[in-house]
């Protein structure tokens, strides 16, 4: 089942405003990955973390990868409408060769203007 | 980079037909996972392709699921028999070794 918990679960937000989200697990990962993903689309990959304390931006996204190894942070400055979607946190389960991703609940985001 | 392509994106069925769902992973990766994801959750994996070899399956996937790669590049879910709980939207992703996963758009089942 699921091993990443994100909040929150959902926001409504206005246009222009900065956006934190969070995942936090049980257990130690050695990647995290963010995707969003629209109404009737496949995930798509915003960001990947590599090393605990990494700090990466794309754009107006920036994430960190927790000191813990445990959690991961999103944030979205200055938010526009195309923004809405359901983001999700991923880590690798490592079991032998595979790097199967585990999911995140998701944060539902809403934009008005 | 014409990115991850699934076929079809939607398919209609009656409980206890079969199906089939195809996916065309980024040409040069060599890896190919399939998720389901049910709505208001995230993907859950289902199956993972290294080539042509099935290196691990979940328990998620019952004996009615079958997925193959036969040549290494595109791959193909089979469901058969459906149930009402088979359906959900069935993602496939690709990466090359070491390096993050990229989806397709999915194929939406759902089940009469």
């Known amino acids: 089942g699921q091993q990443l918990n994100q909040s929150p679960q959902s926001m409504f937000i206005q246009e222009g405003e900065d956006v934190s989200m969070n995942c936090t697990s049980s257990?130690?990962?050695?990647?995290w990955l963010w995707y969003k993903q629209d109404p009737g689309e496949g995930p798509v990959l915003l960001i990947a973390?590599?090393?605990?304390?990494e700090l990466t931006s794309n754009g107006r996204l920036t994430a960190q990868f927790g000191i813990t190894r445990k959690d991961s942070f999103l944030n979205i400055s200055a938010s526009i409408p195309s923004d809405v979607g359901i983001y999700f946190c991923?880590?690798?389960?490592?079991?032998?060769?595979?790097?199967?991703?585990?999911f995140g609940t998701g944060t539902r985001l809403q934009v008005t203007l | 980079d014409t990115g991850v392509s699934q076929d079809p994106r939607h398919k209609i069925t009656k409980r206890g037909q079969n199906v089939t769902f195809r996916c065309d992973p980024i040409?040069?990766?060599?890896?190919l996972y399939w998720y389901r994801q049910t709505l208001g959750q995230g993907p859950e994996f289902l199956t993972y392709?290294?080539?042509?070899?099935?290196?691990?399956k979940s328990r998620l996937l019952s004996n009615r699921f079958s997925a193959e790669r036969p040549k290494g590049s595109f791959s193909t879910l089979e469901i058969q028999r459906t149930e009402q709980g088979d359906s959900a939207m069935y993602l496939c992703?690709?990466?090359?070794?070491?390096?993050?996963?990229?989806f397709g758009d999915g194929t939406r089942l759902s089940i009469l």
């Open positions: 992703a690709s990466s090359f070794y070491g390096q993050p996963q990229h």
């Open positions: 257990s130690i990962f050695n990647t």
């Open positions: 973390l590599y090393k605990a304390g």
């Open positions: 991923a880590g690798p389960i490592n079991t032998g060769t595979a790097s199967k991703l585990t």
């Open positions: 040409s040069e990766h060599n890896r």
């Open positions: 392709f290294q080539n042509e070899a099935q290196l691990e």
